[in-house]
C-alpha cells in the first residue's frame, strides 16, 4: 500500500489453486459445449443432405395414361343408331423404378361437347408393380351409353364436317408403395380428347393437342351516366325496336400474347333522340341493351400465322334505374 492507505494498482493479485481450476473447468466446459453445437449441426445437414437425395430417388411419378384405340364402329353405319357402340382401350404406365401403385376401382366415362354419354367400371382394385404397364378395355353399349337420336344426329353431323370430337376420362384412387410404406390415397384424373373420323375409328392428330380456343369476353362494367338530364315524360318502350343502335365504337387492331389478359374502358355517345329514349326506358325500369361485337382474328402458333377467323359475339344488358348493370 502507498503512504496515503490506498493499494497500489501496479501491484498484482494473486489468486489461489482453487480459482484457477475454476477457470480450467469453465474453459472446457465451453469447449465442450461448442464441439456438442458443432457435432449436432454437422449431423443435421448431413441427414438433411441424404433426405433430399432420397426423396430424389424415390420421388413418385403418377401413373401415365395412353389411348391407343377408340372408335364408334356405328357411325359409318346408315341405321348405327340402333347398334351404338362406343369401344377404347388405353394403358396405365407405372414408370417407377422401386414404387409401386394400389389402385382402387378404375372407372372411365365418355363426353361429348362437355356432356357424359357414357360410363363404365373398367377393374377392379389391383396392384402395379414398378416399371410395368397394364392394358384397360372399355364398352360401351345399352344402358352404359345414354345417346338418342337427337345426339347421335349431332354425331353424324359433326362427321359429315371432318370429325367427331370426344373427351375420355379415366379416373381412380391411388396409393403409392415403397417398400414396406403405403400413402395416403390420391386421386388420380385422367383426360384426353380424341377424334373419331367418318369411318368410325380413332383419328389423332397434333391439331388436338394444340387446339386453339377462341378468346372470351366479358363486360366487368357497364353504366349510362347522366340520365337525369335526359328523362322525358313520354310514356312507352324506347326499344321495341331491335334495330335502334345507341353507338358504335372502332377498336384498333393489336396483338394478344398467350395467357395474358386485356381490359380497356370506352365511351359511346348516342344522339339526342336516343339519349332520350334510353332515359326514359331507364327510369322506368324495364331497359334492356344488346352488346353486339365483331371481328376478325388469326392465331400465332410457333410464327406460324393461322387464316383469318370471324367472331361475332352478342350480350344481352339489363339496366337498372340508377343506369348500371343489374346483377
Known amino acids: 500500500m502507498n503512504p496515503s492507505g490506498?493499494?497500489?494498482p501496479f501491484i498484482k493479485h494473486r489468486h489461489t489453486a482453487?480459482?484457477?481450476?475454476?477457470?480450467?473447468?469453465?474453459?472446457?466446459?465451453t469447449r465442450v459445449s461448442k464441439l456438442i453445437c458443432a457435432i449436432f449441426l454437422i449431423i443435421l445437414l448431413v441427414s438433411g443432405i441424404v433426405a433430399f437425395i432420397v426423396w430424389l430417388s424415390l420421388r413418385p411419378h403418377r401413373p401415365r395414361i395412353?389411348?391407343?384405340d377408340f372408335s364408334v364402329p356405328a357411325l359409318s353405319q346408315a341405321n348405327g343408331f340402333e347398334n351404338a357402340e362406343i369401344t377404347f382401350n388405353v394403358t396405365a404406365r407405372n414408370s417407377n423404378q422401386h414404387i409401386g401403385f394400389y389402385y382402387d376401382h378404375v372407372e372411365g366415362s365418355v363426353y361429348y361437347k362437355d356432356q357424359r354419354i357414357g360410363y363404365t367400371p373398367l377393374l377392379d382394385k389391383f396392384y402395379q408393380e414398378p416399371k410395368n404397364t397394364t392394358i384397360v378395355y372399355g364398352v360401351l353399349s345399352g344402358a352404359t351409353l345414354t345417346v338418342n337420336s337427337q345426339r347421335w344426329m349431332e354425331f353424324l353431323n359433326d362427321r359429315s364436317q371432318a370429325m367427331v370430337i370426344f373427351r375420355l376420362d379415366v379416373t381412380s384412387n391411388i396409393r403409392f408403395k415403397v417398400s414396406t410404406w403405403d400413402s395416403k390415397r390420391h386421386r388420380m384424373h385422367a383426360n384426353c380428347d380424341v377424334g373419331v373420323g367418318p369411318d368410325g375409328l380413332l383419328a389423332l392428330c397434333l391439331w388436338l393437342s394444340f387446339r386453339p380456343k377462341?378468346?372470351?369476353?366479358?363486360?366487368?362494367?357497364?353504366?349510362?351516366p347522366s340520365i337525369s338530364s335526359q328523362?322525358?315524360?313520354a310514356p312507352g318502350d324506347a326499344y321495341q325496336d331491335d334495330t335502334d343502335t345507341v353507338g358504335k365504337r372502332k377498336i384498333s387492331s393489336?396483338?394478344?400474347?398467350k395467357d395474358k389478359k386485356i381490359q380497356d374502358r370506352y365511351n359511346m355517345d348516342a344522339d339526342e333522340k336516343v339519349q332520350?329514349?334510353?332515359?326514359?326506358s331507364i327510369s322506368n325500369g324495364n331497359a334492356e341493351l344488346k352488346a353486339?361485337?365483331?371481328?376478325?382474328?388469326?392465331?400465332?402458333?410457333?410464327?406460324?400465322?393461322?387464316?383469318?377467323?370471324?367472331?361475332?359475339l352478342q350480350a344481352t344488358i339489363p339496366v337498372g334505374s340508377d343506369g348500371k348493370i343489374l346483377d
Open 6 to 8: 490506498q493499494e497500489d
Open 254 to 257: 393489336f396483338k394478344q400474347e
Open 292 to 312: 353486339d361485337l365483331s371481328t376478325m382474328i388469326r392465331y400465332n402458333t410457333w410464327g406460324i400465322r393461322s387464316k383469318h377467323h370471324a367472331i361475332h
Open 214 to 224: 377462341e378468346p372470351t369476353f366479358t363486360i366487368t362494367e357497364f353504366s349510362v
Open 231 to 233: 328523362k322525358s315524360s
Open 276 to 280: 332520350r329514349a334510353l332515359a326514359n
Open 18 to 29: 482453487r480459482y484457477y481450476a475454476q477457470r480450467v473447468r469453465e474453459s472446457l466446459t
Open 66 to 68: 395412353h389411348i391407343h
